[in-house]
């Protein structure tokens, strides 16, 4: 049980272009979804914070108008990288945890986004 | 802010041998404490978690120890194996698990034949 799904696992786009990326948890319900980022040999740096029908949380220096979050269900939350550029390749993973147990975060696989 | 930071970036040790990974975070508001392991490319894999109202917490082949007076906290590995080989981190959360996960740097665990 505790699956969290991304898709899709790995993506290359065009500088200038958007890129959306998905994380569902499988077989639990997530009021809450973290989005992380992480740059190669670095350690994993949260992004934002999610919960299901609410506006995100974002930490200091992230660009909200650049990386759009959307919690829309229990199930899903996208990740939207706008206008990307070459410095937004990363690897962008995300976590959910279920109500009652709000210690225990499930991680994705993750997504490789390339910008060139 | 908090932070939370390994002491060794690189590990090696003889297959078999006992591992000891160390963290140590600044942070006095976190509650709770959480051993990552992830393998290239992937995402990070739960290993084991202690709350900070704990100082030891034992699971399968795995200890954490938490020293709240020093801020100090370490994973022990018995019995190393190949499949051990990985990057581990130790993060830190508050909030009781309504925020997000503060990481450390990552110690790359290297098993030797």
């Known amino acids: 049980g505790a699956v969290v799904s991304q898709h899709p696992s790995w993506v290359i786009c065009k500088s200038g272009t958007s890129v959306k990326i998905e994380c569902r948890s499988l077989?639990?319900?997530?009021?809450?979804m973290f989005w992380y980022r992480q740059f190669p040999k670095q350690s994993l740096m949260l992004m934002a914070t999610?919960?299901?029908?609410?506006?995100?949380?974002?930490e200091q220096g992230v660009e909200k108008d650049k990386f759009l979050i959307n919690h829309a269900s229990l199930t899903l939350s996208t990740l939207t990288v706008t206008s990307a550029h070459p410095e937004d390749s990363s690897f962008y993973i995300c976590?959910?945890?279920?109500?009652?147990?709000?210690?225990?975060?499930?991680f994705g696989p993750g997504t490789r986004l390339t910008v060139t | 802010g908090e932070s939370v930071g390994l002491h060794l970036p690189t590990l090696s040790v003889q297959e078999g041998d006992n591992s000891i990974i160390n963290c140590a975070y600044s942070?006095?508001?976190?509650?709770?404490f959480i051993w990552y392991k992830q393998e290239s490319g992937k995402g990070p894999q739960f290993i084991i978690d202690?709350?900070?109202?704990?100082d030891k917490r034992q699971g399968q082949r795995v200890t954490v120890l938490l020293n709240k007076t020093v801020k100090h906290l370490s994973l022990q590995i018995a019995a190393t194996q190949p499949g051990d080989s990985a990057v581990y981190f130790c993060?830190?959360?508050?909030?009781?698990?309504?925020?997000?996960?503060?990481f450390g740097k990552g110690t790359h665990l290297i098993i030797q034949p």
């Open positions: 999610s919960n299901e029908g609410s506006k995100a949380t974002y």
């Open positions: 942070n006095s508001a976190s509650d709770y």
């Open positions: 976590s959910a945890s279920e109500q009652g147990t709000p210690y225990e975060q499930y």
């Open positions: 993060a830190g959360g508050s909030g009781g698990g309504a925020d997000g996960l503060t």
């Open positions: 202690i709350r900070s109202n704990m």
């Open positions: 077989d639990f319900q997530a009021t809450t």
